[in-house]
């Protein structure tokens, strides 16, 4: 069975603060990976998406990276702000007649001012 | 360039009864997935649609259905609600995989 974990399930952290939000899946035969965040009630907005071949992504003071042969991902935040305060998710794709997501259960960041 | 739009945001719906809803796929994406989010389960996937045809289920009873349209666009229906069925339903659009997905804003069910 495909699954996909991400540690920590919440993380509270002083403004200023680089992090690194984990994600690690048990069958490395990914398509693609793809980060999200969720603020509350609301829909899931995309961050980067790693195609299986990549190492990384960036995307202002986002970071992702994939490594396959460990089964991980990590979101690198630099210098987080209270605005980075979110749910972050992390949705694996394995291609073919299985197109869709699989979904982490996501870590709960807090940035305080 | 016009998001995926889902309507509507806020449904209340009573036990037995049953519900209809719609989404917008980003204008060119051919692609479009249903997930059902709750507090205790996360995100699971309902089913994906490709140029009208499921391409894909995931592993909910036959209460749940959807269809999709010649342009795109897609409805889910959900029969005989019950209060379990109370979660926020996000939908996802794409141009097919390797591209990544788009999602709405999601519709809130409350079944009471």
């Known amino acids: 069975k495909q699954e996909v974990t991400q540690i920590p399930a919440a993380l509270s952290v002083p403004e200023g603060e680089n992090l690194v939000l984990n994600c690690s899946f048990t069958?490395?035969?990914?398509?693609?990976l793809q980060w999200f965040r969720q603020d509350p009630g609301k829909g899931l907005t995309s961050l980067l998406l790693?195609?299986?071949?990549?190492r990384e992504q960036t995307s202002g003071r986002l970071n992702a990276s994939l490594d396959k042969s460990s089964g991980r991902s990590t979101l690198y935040i630099a210098a987080s702000q209270p605005g980075d305060s979110a749910t972050y998710l992390c949705a694996l794709n394995y291609g073919g007649s299985q197109g869709n997501l699989i979904f982490g259960k996501g870590t709960k960041l807090s940035v305080k001012p | 360039k016009a998001g995926v739009t889902q309507t509507p945001r806020y449904l209340i719906k009573t036990r037995g009864q049953q519900v209809t809803l719609s989404c917008s796929p980003i204008?060119?994406?051919?692609?479009v997935s249903w997930y059902q989010q709750t507090p205790g389960q996360g995100l699971q996937f309902l089913f994906e649609?490709?140029?009208?045809?499921?391409?894909n289920k995931g592993n909910f009873p036959g209460r749940f259905s959807g269809r999709q349209f010649s342009n795109s666009r897609s409805e889910m229906n959900v029969s005989t609600l019950e209060l379990g069925d109370s979660a926020l339903y996000l939908c996802?659009?794409?141009?097919?995989?390797?591209?990544?997905?788009?999602f709405g804003s999601g519709t809130r069910l409350t079944v009471v």
């Open positions: 069958d490395s035969a990914i398509y693609n």
């Open positions: 790693i195609q299986s071949s990549q």
């Open positions: 204008s060119g994406h051919r692609s």
């Open positions: 649609y490709f140029s009208e045809t499921q391409r």
């Open positions: 996802a659009s794409s141009y097919g995989q390797g591209f990544g997905y788009t």
